[in-house]
């Protein structure tokens, strides 16, 4: 099953070739490779690790949302 993307030069979505997982700088998944069509880099945020990084990133929102500046 290959992953599909949106092309901005195509403006379509399509599959992406020579798909590669990688993680960004801040730990996030990330599928990168070319668009099959017209061989355009493409890139694609998440991709990869089913929900169990989506309730992970939920925890990590919830401890946010506690801080801040304190009311006297």
């Known amino acids: 099953m290959a992953t599909v993307g949106y092309c901005v ?11 590669r997982q990688i ?3 801040n730990g996030r998944p990330a599928t990168t490779g070319t668009c099959s069509v ?14 169990a990084g ?3 990133a939920k ?12 009311k006297k």
């Open 9 to 19: 030069k195509c403006k379509a979505k399509r599959e992406i070739k020579g798909e």
């Open 59 to 70: 925890k990590a929102t919830a401890k946010k949302k506690g801080k801040g500046k304190k």
């Open 54 to 56: 989506k309730a992970k």
């Open 38 to 51: 017209c061989g355009t880099k493409m890139f694609k945020i998440g991709g990869g690790g089913g929900g």
């Open 23 to 25: 993680t960004m700088k």
